[in-house]
């Protein structure tokens, strides 16, 4: 089985970062940070534009390409294997959309992520709770985001999830 590349944005704008919650598998319910599957004639940057843009109607002023990360989701109904490439977005501005046809958005706070009990609950992807783990508590720019994201040990690597009872869980393997 092939990996799916995928384009991710962490989209940030004033020590806030947005993440949708996704009507569709995989991650159904789960907020993640938006981006989607990369067609054959777009370059990453072209489905970054377009991806985020669909997803929450945001026109990219910068964006930083940060590594990607090979990752497998074990769900009941299928196994997905993805090969997600992330960037650090800055929004020309951070009028998004709060509804699409992809999910709902929601900007919080970086600490408020960094609470346990955050608005998000444990409704966050497993992988995007990885990274925001890694971002210090007093970034505020692209730039913060982007060298205390490309100094971690996030990206190179693969991931491996299950879900179970609803939630998703980092297993060794699950092939």
């Known amino acids: 089985m092939d990996y799916t590349e995928v384009v991710c944005g962490i989209v940030w704008h004033n020590g806030r970062i947005l993440f949708m919650e996704r009507f569709n598998p995989p991650y159904e319910g789960v907020n993640c940070f938006p981006g989607g599957k ?14 985020i843009l ?48 992809e999910g709902t958005n929601k900007a919080i706070l970086l600490t ?27 970034a505020w720019t692209i730039d913060d985001l982007t060298d205390a994201l490309t100094d971690s040990t996030v990206f190179g690597n693969e991931y491996n999830f299950v879900k179970s009872n609803g939630k998703y869980i980092q297993t060794e393997s699950v092939l």
């Open 38 to 51: 990369i067609e054959p004639d777009q370059t990453l940057e072209n489905a970054l534009n377009d991806e």
């Open 54 to 101: 669909d997803e929450t109607h945001l026109k990219i002023n910068r964006a930083i390409y940060l590594g990607y990360v090979k990752e497998i989701i074990q769900e009941p109904e299928a196994i997905y294997k993805n090969l997600l490439h992330f960037y650090a977005v800055n929004p020309i501005d951070f009028d998004y959309a709060a509804k699409t046809r």
């Open 112 to 138: 408020d992520l960094k609470n346990p009990k955050c608005c998000l609950g444990d409704t966050v992807a497993p992988l995007a709770l990885l990274i925001i783990n890694r971002i210090p508590i007093d």
